[in-house]
């Protein structure tokens, strides 16, 4: 379904409520920098996550990072899409269609989440950041190009850990993943991360876009 293209080039986050506008306060360099580090050192994970789209609509699923470059967001049944980054291009399938679309990572805007080297000081820049919800929010965008959309990335205070993200595109419409169960530091098998097209199911032999 085309909805799941928001996944990864429009990643956004959350507008704090009513309820929490007593809460909001701004943040620190120092809190920017510790958000900063944990995404440099969020190597791999695996999370539960609830996808929340521009029209409301919201799925459940299982994802998946290996940083640089790879990640996988893998839906609950009856719903067979995936997306799947293999480490130069982000596979968008969509079992309705039965067909897949690709674009560059760095043409996306997963590259801000991705990249090798994730600085808040280079091509990427820091628009706004604050204490909101019980979360540090962080809004970053493209320095040369900041109405180009954003990534808003959310952290819980204790423990400190990546909760949500919030993505919004250039035609402002708003994608948000929430993450559960947060596990790090395991190693994932390299499969997980190759587009096979699911007609071919896992036979080895059939060609996939990998090789």
Known sequence: MRYIVAVLCVISMFAV????????KPASTADIERAEKYLQDL????????QTTHNGTQLVGT???????????????????????????????????????????????ANF???KNLSFSDDLMVEGAKFGGGLLQVRVVQADDPDAGSITF???????????WRI????????????FHLKRGMEHPSKLFRYVDP?????SRKPSYNE
Do not use: C, H
């Open 113 to 115: 989440f991705l990249r």
């Open 199 to 203: 007609k071919f199911g896992d036979d």
């Open 168 to 179: 919004i595109d250039p035609q402002g419409m708003i994608t948000e993943i929430e993450l």
């Open 17 to 24: 409520g009513k309820a929490y506008a007593a809460d909001i």
């Open 43 to 50: 190597k791999t994970a695996q999370a539960r996550f609830v």
């Open 63 to 109: 994802f998946y990072l290996s940083r640089p470059g790879k990640l996988r967001f893998e839906y609950d049944a009856p719903m067979e899409d995936f997306v799947v980054a293999d480490g130069m291009f982000i596979f968008f399938y969509d079992a309705e269609l039965e067909e897949q679309t690709n674009a560059p990572i760095k043409a996306t805007m």
């Open 154 to 164: 959310a952290f819980s205070e204790k423990p400190f850990e990546l909760k949500k």
